[in-house]
């Protein structure tokens, strides 16, 4: 039995259906019992808990042979650092309690850098504290999920311009569309455990990708040219507070930083292990343009 918690996200769903696909039993740990149809569609165990309440979670987990963590960020919470190491706290007292034989935990690109970059930082943490914890440990780092772009769409096709936070436009960066990320977990999850008491993986799209290239997969998914342009760095806390907590604001403002400048959020530089997703960016814009 692998359980698989936040099992209703993208991510989480993605890696629930290739197990089953696979005739492996899963048990899908959710927050809302309102989001379970389409795990039982497929054969899911159900166990309703909430991060928070470590012990609930750790009743869910119960005795399975491996577990799929993934970490939430709450976007307009006021704290979101707050927030986030809160529930680092909590997975990690659920999982001790648990004691589950192997742990899969999302984790993030930039997650090795010790100085704080915004984000991974928080991931930097979490992969810490995770390390605390007895029993084989596989970090599966995620690069940026294709599907932040979607926020962007609506300006582009109203104006023609795609505003980015990536500068300069034409650099490439590390992308990959979450059901991917979901498929490689799986894949990690089904394969034999290592001797070494923690691994960590890396995954990406399966090529990179720049603002202009996004712009060049809107224009040709709308029928007609939208160009990127970069924010200028001095309007970033406004544009970015249209949408999210001032915390938040704050947290993606150094990672951009740390994005452009390169190296940083990034592949570690000793990684033995990168997997390739196979969704193509513009396969996985198409379904967040608005229907017609």
């Given at each position: 039995m692998f359980a698989i918690v936040g099992a209703a996200g993208n991510v989480g769903y993605?890696?629930?259906?290739?197990l089953r696909e696979a005739n492996v039993p899963v048990r899908a740990i959710v927050r809302d019992a309102a989001k379970v149809a389409r795990l039982r569609e497929i054969g899911c165990d159900i166990a309703i808990?909430?991060?928070?309440d470590a012990k609930a979670l750790a009743t869910a987990i119960g005795d399975v042979d491996a577990v799929q963590i993934i970490l939430p960020a709450a976007l307009q919470a006021q704290d979101i650092k707050g927030e986030?190491?809160?529930?680092?706290?909590?997975?990690?007292?659920?999982?001790?309690?648990?004691?589950?034989?192997?742990?899969?935990a999302i984790s993030d690109y930039g997650a090795h850098v010790a100085d704080d970059i915004g984000m991974p930082t928080v991931f930097h943490a979490f992969e810490e504290r995770l390390g605390?914890?007895?029993?084989?440990?596989?970090?599966?780092?995620?690069?940026?999920?294709?599907?932040?772009?979607?926020?962007?769409?609506?300006?582009?096709?109203?104006?023609?311009?795609?505003?980015?936070?990536?500068?300069?436009?034409?650099?490439?960066f590390p992308t990959i569309a979450a059901p991917d990320l979901g498929l490689i977990a799986a894949g990690l999850l089904m394969r034999p455990a290592s001797e070494r008491n923690l691994e960590i993986v890396h995954a990406e799209g399966p090529r990179r990708y720049s603002a202009q290239d996004v712009a060049a997969a809107l224009s040709e998914l709308v029928g007609?040219?939208?160009?990127?342009?970069?924010?200028?760095?001095?309007?970033?806390?406004?544009?970015?507070?249209?949408?999210v907590s001032a915390s938040t604001a704050d947290l993606l403002i150094?990672?951009?930083?740390?994005?452009?400048?390169?190296?940083?959020?990034?592949?570690?530089?000793?990684?033995?292990?990168?997997?390739?997703?196979?969704?193509?960016?513009?396969?996985?814009?198409?379904?967040?343009?608005?229907?017609?």
């Open positions: 993605a890696t629930a259906r290739a808990a909430d991060l928070r986030m190491h809160r529930a680092i706290e909590s997975l990690a007292g659920a999982l001790e309690q648990a004691t589950p034989g192997r742990l899969l605390r914890i007895n029993g084989h440990k596989l970090i599966l780092r995620s690069a940026e999920h294709m599907h932040n772009w979607g926020r962007a769409i609506p300006v582009a096709m109203a104006s023609g311009i795609l505003p980015s936070f990536h500068d300069p436009l034409d650099k490439v007609r040219t939208i160009t990127a342009q970069a924010v200028p760095r001095s309007q970033w806390k406004e544009a970015f507070e249209r949408g150094r990672t951009n930083d740390a994005q452009n400048k390169g190296g940083l959020v990034d592949v570690e530089s000793d990684a033995s292990e990168v997997c390739y997703g196979t969704t193509a960016l513009i396969d996985a814009l198409r379904p967040l343009l608005p229907r017609q």
